[in-house]
């Protein structure tokens, strides 16, 4: 894979040490601002709101301007948020900056996707994208807990302090690696298309279900990862400092799904659906049954970090395949598909902690979506993932 998308990656780890950063951090945000859990849980909502908002308003935006221009701007803009954050007293403040934040992110990753389709061969995009989530995954295994950890011993605030110094090594890692230059259209599309001719792709119809899928897979995995921190400290009994364990675990176990994934989303991407889905299902049920066992809760982390970034990240990868006819827009549908379920995962989660099911209802919800997922899925199976992919007989030198 080209270095630049190595590079990339670098700012994506800042991005995502963010975004998912609110997991361990929830319980202090709602001290200190003297606010519900649920509403603190709701700083990942609004974040994920800016991000489906963000990511075809940003793409459309940026879709004439030079691609490193674009993203060194998304990158700044991220970092003065993540100062105020880090400084305001109000909560309604903060909630501002995170939806500023995102409206950030979703537009460097928009852009990113589609830079990310323009430096490989057209049947390689499910590994681009592992290699660009891959800094998602590093920042759930040592940003997120680290941001956790350093929350727990200092405050919040000092974790948001901190994002904003990663993105110093991220603006510098976009200037030096992406061309002043840099094209948008990826290799094989036409050049020159309409910005209303790639939205009209959203009319079609596999798109429109890979899109679905992957919103309702990503929901999952938010609805139980914004509220691990309650789960561990609460049902587990374990100390605060086991959020960042847990933390830990479940960014190790995504890493492993998008490295194996990665290239089986390219090749065989109705397998890891088959196998990986119904396997992702089993494992919130597990989880909500055995959470209260510390050593099961430990293994059932790691595992369903694996099949969540599994799964999830094939899915994502057969949005950009579906829409190759966007070639400045289509890194924002897999973005707006992503950040849909993200948004909508914690606020149906929020809504059932006070009720019968208590700390574990996020893990139920979860695998309620997994399963209207696999319902909509599994008969439909070679539409969502042909067995052979387009353009498989291409080669690049940079594979």
């Known amino acids: 894979m080209p270095l630049p998308l190595y590079l990339l990656a670098v700012a994506v780890f800042a991005m995502g040490t963010s ?6 951090l929830v319980p202090d945000i709602a001290a200190s601002f003297d606010v519900s859990v649920g ?10 709101v800016g991000m489906i908002v963000g990511a075809p308003l940003m793409a459309a935006l940026a879709r004439w301007w030079p691609a490193r221009a674009s993203l060194l701007g998304f990158v700044l803009a991220f970092a003065v948020a993540h100062v105020v954050g880090a400084s305001t007293t109000s909560f309604a403040v903060l909630l501002v900056t995170r939806v500023i934040a995102a409206l950030a992110n979703a537009g460097f990753l928009a852009v990113a996707l589609s830079t990310a389709a323009t430096l ?19 920042a759930t295994i040592a940003g997120v807990p680290g941001g956790a950890l350093l929350g727990t011993v200092l405050s919040w605030r000092a974790t948001f302090w901190a994002v904003a110094l990663l993105c110093l090594p991220a603006a510098i890692g ?3 690696g992406i061309p002043a230059r840099a094209g948008q259209t990826p290799r094989g599309t036409p050049a020159g298309s309409s910005l209303r001719g790639e939205i009209a792709q959203l009319g079609m119809p596999r798109l429109a279900l890979v899109m679905l899928l992957g919103a ?15 789960i561990v400290t609460g049902t587990a009994d374990l100390g605060a400092l086991w959020v960042s364990v847990v933390l830990v675990l479940f960014g190790i176990g995504s890493f492993v799904g998008v490295s194996v994934a990665g290239r089986l989303s390219d090749q065989r991407p109705g397998m890891v659906i088959a196998i990986g889905g119904p396997s992702l299902l089993l ?3 597990a989880m909500a049954t055995l959470a209260a066992q510390p ?21 994502i990868a057969r949005v950009l395949y579906e829409a190759a006819g966007a070639p400045t827009m289509g890194g924002s549908y897999a973005t707006a598909a992503l950040n849909i ?23 139920w919800v979860s695998g309620l979506l997994v399963a209207v997922a696999l319902l909509i899925a599994l008969p439909l199976r070679r539409l969502v993932a042909p067995p052979r992919q387009r353009g498989d007989a291409t080669t690049h030198a940079n594979a």
Do not use: H, I
């Open 19 to 24: 975004e998912f950063m609110l997991a361990g």
């Open 39 to 48: 509403a603190a849980g709701l700083l990942t909502s609004a974040f994920a």
């Open 120 to 138: 490989v061969a057209t049947d390689q995009k499910g590994r681009a994208l592992a290699v660009l989530l891959s800094g998602t995954t590093v």
């Open 295 to 315: 050593v099961a809760l430990l293994s059932l982390v790691f595992v369903q970090g694996t099949l969540s970034f599994a799964v999830g990240s094939t899915l």
């Open 174 to 176: 976009v200037v030096r």
């Open 341 to 363: 379920g993200a948004a909508g995962g914690p606020v149906v989660a929020a809504a059932t902690l006070g009720d019968g099911a208590g700390n574990l209802g996020p893990v």
């Open 216 to 230: 309702l897979v990503n929901a999952a995995t938010f609805a139980t990862f914004t509220f691990l921190a309650p």
């Open 283 to 285: 494992g919130w049920v």
